[in-house]
Structures are given as C-alpha cells and as structure tokens.
T-cell receptor
Framework: QKEVEQNSGPLSVPEGAIASLNCTYS??????FFWYRQYSGKSPELIMS????GDKEDGRFTAQLNKASQYVSLLIRDSQPSDSATYLC???????????FGKGTHLIIQP | GAVVSQHPSRVICKSGTSVKIECRSL??????MFWYRQFPKQSLMLMAT?????????EQGVEKDKFLINHASLTLSTLTVTSAHPEDSSFYIC???????????FGDGTRLSIL
C-alpha cells in the first residue's frame, strides 16, 4: 500500500514569513513528486514538480527532495494571504498507476 | 499548455436522473485520464482510471454499474452517474497527464447536487 503522509494542519504563518510544508512517502522506488494547491471549492492546480534530489526553485516556491529519507517539502517565501489554501503532496511510483495524494496541509497566512 | 476542460461545472437535478460529465484534454493527447470525487473538507478520492480504448479500472468500493466511464478518444473521457441519489452529491474532478511520469492536470470540477 503506497502512502503519502502530510500534517493536516492548520499551519498558521504570518504574512511575509516562510511557510514550510512537509511530506513523507512510503514507496522507496517513487520517481516523481508534485505539489498542488487547492483553494476551497476549487480543483487542485499544479505548483511544482521535482524529480531528483536537491532543491528546485520557481519564484517564491522551492521544492526539496530527499529520496534517501523519503521526504519532500515545499517552501513558500514571502507568504501572502492569497497563499492560504490546502497544499497536496503527490507521488508517482511508476507503471500505469496515477498519483498517490496525501490528504493535504491546510495553510493559513495571517495578515 | 496541458489544459483540461471539464463540463458542466455545476449540476442540480432530481433523484433518479443520470448525469454525464465530460473531461477533455484541449492541447494534448491523454491515453489515461483519472476521475476523483471529493466530499466537503475531505481529501481527493480516486474513483477510477480511464484508459483510451479499453475498460476503466475502478478503485475498490466504487460501483462500476453506477459510475460509467467511457474514454472513446485520446482527448475525451466521460463519467456518467446513473440513477443518481442524494448520497452521490459531491465534487467530481477529472485529470489527465501528458506522459506516464508527468504531473496530472485537473479540470475545474463538477459540483453535483441531487435533490
């Protein structure tokens, strides 16, 4: 059974600070890792993809992957109230399967 | 790129009605599409994986005869909720991917309300 674990939160961060979201996964052979943002009542939208160990930066977002520790994280710099949403970690293990999603972390950016 | 269109966005209908939801990949071909359901304040739940030209693969506990999936072309998958009842009221979301290890791109979702 492939599992993706996230702290459900809520995670409360003051505006302008760095928000750090964490995710662990159980399938050691997982190949691809994704972060999605989901606003209440909306469908998920892709924020970041990461495929190899290390950091990947895109604007205010940085994804970090450590395959040895089976850990992936998302950092949001200069957090804005508009970043308040649920963040879903998703992992692809290979084959015909789709993504395995975590239950999401609810992030609240306090003005 | 990688745009997925889902239609309709909202359906309100009487109990016993069958409802069809369409999912289209607009700028890419998708051999595989996915159908999810999400209840309020709950996580995404995968219902089925839709493969072009073959039968869908349903997750455990999802009734095949109730949720009919057709993936007739590389750009279109449909989900039909047959004889819908109030307990079928939910947010249904489709997704598609460009390649096997690529991210899934989601449609805007369909909010289904059965009276």
């Amino acid at each position: 059974q492939k599992e993706v674990e996230q702290n459900s939160g809520p995670l409360s961060v003051p505006e302008g600070a760095i928000a750090s979201l964490n995710c662990t996964y159980s399938d050691r052979v997982s190949q691809s890792f994704f972060w999605y943002r989901q606003y209440s009542g909306k469908s998920p939208e892709l924020i970041m993809s990461i495929y190899s160990n290390g950091d990947k930066e895109d604007g205010r977002f940085t994804a970090q992957l450590n395959k040895a520790s089976q850990y992936v994280s998302l950092l949001i710099r200069d957090s804005q109230p508009s970043d308040s949403a649920t963040y879903l970690c998703a992992v692809f293990g290979g084959g015909a399967d789709g993504l395995t999603f975590g239950k999401g972390t609810h992030l609240i950016i306090q003005p | 790129g990688a745009v997925v269109s889902q239609h309709p966005s909202r359906v309100i209908c009487k109990s016993g009605t069958s409802v069809k939801i369409e999912c289209r990949s607009l700028d890419f071909q998708a051999t595989t599409m996915f159908w999810y359901r999400q209840f309020p304040k709950q996580s995404l739940m995968l219902m089925a994986t839709s493969n072009e030209g073959s039968k869908a693969t349903y997750e455990q506990g999802v009734e095949k005869d109730k949720f009919l999936i057709n993936h007739a072309s590389l750009t279109l998958s449909t989900l039909t909720v047959t004889s819908a009842h109030p307990e079928d009221s939910s947010f249904y979301i489709c997704s598609a991917r460009v390649g096997i290890d690529q991210p899934q791109h989601f449609g805007d979702g369909t909010r289904l309300s059965i009276l």
